[in-house]
């Protein structure tokens, strides 16, 4: 089910994120920033929570001067709304348990129906209006188009109506710049692994919309390989499959039943879950379970112990195909940058808890940190797109008002296909899929053309 994430940044408690960007073209010079926010334990509820910069000292190429009058840094709020549907979510609930996946139809039906409601409560529960938002963030992409649809024309409507800029984000971004949000020593350049139900990517994170991608997925996804596996268990999909298998699989002999890890033979860092998924399918096949007359909750003993082999033994290949990856990502990462010291780790897988031990071991390994939001950062949630457009609205990278008169039914800029960094050459892929795949130039390329522009 598709989660639909709403935040607005409002005045905190706790001082965080003091640091020097490096200069990045034409956006700014320099940048030094001091900003606040309030406790962790504001964060429970993703959809509907509050922050605002406190202190910055910035000089940012173009300013925003809202009714004639410039923003101070103290006074920016910026509203973010997530539809990407990227992730699996409380939002729709019933939508997994009926599909074993995101319904897009439905999934957009959902978010239209509930988003002017959770747009106005979460004003509601900042006290403050649309009158007092400094500019509008929302995913553009990747994600489903007909879901991101309906989070840009809300955004387009309350910024056009209100003058207001906006920042088209990057779910993927959002994702690796929400790091930044909770560890304040987290300074750029960085590497990220990013994993959810949609996406496996590793990032060289040079600075704000500058990215290099040392691997993705070449066909599915580890979250998706968690959720087909947990359905095909018999496993309840109420809370999602992941965090379903996880607990099972605590159960469970992790080398009770024999597979092979992906891509031995691929010295590079792309991810293949769909090979695996093949194993794991005939793998129950072979024992004879049969989920759709005896879920999980109604199996024996002796099933529920055969279940749970499959699921210790699933979750151990499957998580030492990112620990191989991220073993040789950082290898090249710090070919690149040999400054890097942290690995931030986040999406709605990195909220298994064995996916983090297991990846902590392969940071110690290299002497770096490893660093992850809380579980409730690491799904899709609106914090991560409001924390996103504070970082790229400091730093000028904006769009104008749209105007007050667009139709309803306009063209949107969506980017359900959109790659995050420019490919690594050695990390390149030869999957038809990939190439077949209709994608937008990525968003490191298009902030260098922007910048080569207006330079």
């Given at each position: 089910?598709?989660?639909?994430?709403?935040?607005?940044?409002?005045?905190?408690?706790?001082?965080?994120?003091?640091?020097?960007?490096?200069?990045?073209?034409?956006?700014?010079?320099?940048?030094?920033?001091?900003?606040?926010?309030?406790?962790?334990?504001?964060?429970?509820?993703?959809?509907?929570?509050?922050?605002?910069?406190?202190?910055?000292?910035?000089?940012?190429?173009?300013v925003w001067a809202k009714d004639g009058k410039t923003i101070?840094?103290?006074?920016?709020?910026?509203?973010?709304?997530?539809?990407?549907?990227?992730?699996?979510?409380?939002?729709?609930?019933?939508?997994?348990?009926?599909?074993?996946?995101?319904?897009?139809?439905?999934?957009?039906?959902?978010?239209?129906?509930?988003?002017?409601?959770?747009?106005?409560?979460?004003?509601?529960?900042?006290?403050?209006?649309?009158?007092?938002?400094?500019?509008?963030?929302?995913?553009?992409?990747?994600?489903?188009?007909?879901?991101?649809?309906?989070?840009?024309?809300?955004?387009?409507?309350?910024?056009?109506?209100?003058?207001?800029?906006?920042?088209?984000?990057?779910?993927?971004?959002?994702?690796?710049?929400?790091?930044?949000?909770?560890?304040?020593?987290?300074?750029?350049?960085?590497?990220?692994?990013?994993?959810?139900?949609?996406?496996?990517?590793?990032?060289?994170?040079?600075?704000?919309?500058?990215?290099?991608?040392?691997?993705?997925?070449?066909?599915?996804?580890?979250?998706?390989?968690?959720?087909?596996?947990?359905?095909?268990?018999?496993?309840?999909?109420?809370?999602?499959?992941?965090?379903?298998?996880?607990?099972?699989?605590?159960?469970?002999?992790?080398?009770?039943?024999?597979?092979?890890?992906?891509?031995?033979?691929?010295?590079?860092?792309?991810?293949?879950?769909?090979?695996?998924?093949?194993?794991?399918?005939?793998?129950?096949?072979?024992?004879?379970?049969?989920?759709?007359?005896?879920?999980?909750?109604?199996?024996?003993?002796?099933?529920?112990?055969?279940?749970?082999?499959?699921?210790?033994?699933?979750?151990?290949?499957?998580?030492?195909?990112?620990?191989?990856?991220?073993?040789?990502?950082?290898?090249?990462?710090?070919?690149?940058?040999?400054?890097?010291?942290?690995?931030?780790?986040?999406?709605?897988?990195?909220?298994?808890?064995?996916?983090?031990?297991?990846?902590?071991?392969?940071?110690?390994?290299?002497?770096?940190?490893?660093?992850?939001?809380?579980?409730?950062?690491?799904?899709?949630?609106?914090?991560?797109?409001?924390?996103?457009?504070?970082?790229?609205?400091?730093?000028?990278?904006?769009?104008?008002?749209?105007?007050?008169?667009?139709?309803?039914?306009?063209?949107?800029?969506?980017?359900?296909?959109?790659?995050?960094?420019?490919?690594?050459?050695?990390?390149?892929?030869?999957?038809?899929?990939?190439?077949?795949?209709?994608?937008?130039?990525?968003?490191?390329s298009s902030i260098q053309m922007s910048s080569q522009h207006?330079?």
């Amino acid at each position: 089910m598709a989660t639909l994430g709403f935040a607005v940044f409002n005045r905190g408690l706790h001082p965080f994120l003091q640091g020097k960007y490096t200069p990045y073209r034409s956006w700014y010079s320099s940048t030094k920033n001091f900003c606040r926010m309030p406790s962790l334990n504001k964060l429970a509820s993703p959809c509907l929570s509050s922050f605002r910069s406190n202190r910055s000292i910035i000089e940012p190429c173009r300013v925003w001067a809202k009714d004639g009058k410039t923003i101070p840094n103290d006074e920016l709020v910026i509203l973010g709304i997530e539809t990407s549907c990227d992730d699996t979510g409380a939002a729709v609930a019933d939508l997994l348990v009926q599909y074993g996946g995101v319904s897009p139809k439905m999934a957009q039906e959902a978010h239209a129906q509930v988003i002017d409601g959770v747009v106005e409560a979460a004003l509601q529960n900042a006290n403050l209006t649309p009158f007092d938002l400094s500019a509008v963030a929302v995913t553009i992409g990747p994600g489903l188009s007909l879901c991101l649809r309906v989070g840009v024309r809300k955004a387009r409507m309350i910024a056009g109506k209100h003058n207001l800029p906006m920042v088209g984000v990057h779910h993927m971004e959002a994702h690796a710049l929400v790091a930044r949000l909770t560890e304040k020593e987290l300074q750029f350049p960085f590497l990220a692994l990013l994993i959810s139900g949609g996406h496996n990517l590793l990032i060289l994170a040079q600075s704000v919309g500058r990215y290099v991608q040392l691997g993705t997925t070449i066909d599915d996804a580890i979250g998706e390989a968690y959720d087909k596996t947990a359905r095909w268990l018999g496993l309840d999909m109420r809370r999602g499959g992941g965090p379903a298998l996880e607990e099972l699989a605590l159960e469970g002999d992790p080398h009770a039943i024999k597979l092979s890890v992906p891509m031995q033979q691929h010295k590079d860092c792309n991810f293949s879950y769909a090979g695996l998924k093949t194993q794991v399918r005939r793998a129950i096949e072979s024992k004879n379970i049969d989920v759709n007359n005896d879920p999980i909750v109604a199996a024996s003993t002796k099933d529920r112990k055969l279940r749970a082999d499959i699921a210790a033994s699933f979750q151990r290949v499957a998580v030492l195909h990112l620990e191989q990856r991220c073993d040789r990502a950082v290898e090249w990462a710090q070919s690149i940058e040999p400054s890097i010291n942290c690995l931030v780790v986040s999406g709605g897988v990195a909220s298994n808890h064995y996916v983090r031990i297991q990846l902590d071991k392969i940071v110690k390994k290299h002497n770096l940190k490893l660093v992850c939001p809380p579980p409730s950062l690491c799904t899709d949630n609106g914090v991560m797109v409001a924390w996103t457009g504070i970082e790229h609205f400091r730093l000028g990278m904006w769009e104008p008002p749209p105007s007050v008169e667009e139709p309803e039914d306009g063209w949107l800029d969506l980017r359900p296909r959109w790659q995050l960094g420019e490919i690594f050459a050695e990390g390149r892929s030869i999957s038809p899929s990939l190439k077949r795949a209709r994608i937008h130039p990525s968003l490191t390329s298009s902030i260098q053309m922007s910048s080569q522009h207006n330079s």
